[in-house]
């Protein structure tokens, strides 16, 4: 499961509840706020956090082909 601005406010919702349910997690937000929220929380290896930027839509389609790749993901 994606969730954009997983490291906001109710992005972390989000997160968390994916998590206890036993979903895998790729976090994506700006400035690193993925991956800090991921660290502090002690996630295992089902949630993966990446920082992404939605607002520039000329790399979207580059930047999920690629953490598609290194995380060996399958997008239906």
């Not at 994916?18 to 993925?34: F, M, P, T």
């Amino acid at each position: 499961m994606w969730v954009v601005g997983g490291g906001g406010y109710l992005g972390q919702e989000v997160v968390k509840q994916l998590y206890e349910i036993g979903a895998k997690v790729v976090c994506l937000d700006i400035n690193n706020r993925a991956e800090t929220f991921v660290k502090s929380n002690n996630f295992n290896e089902k949630v993966i956090g990446e920082t992404f930027d939605a607002g520039n839509l000329q790399y979207i389609d580059d930047v999920m082909d690629n953490l598609n790749t290194k995380y060996e993901l399958k997008i239906n």
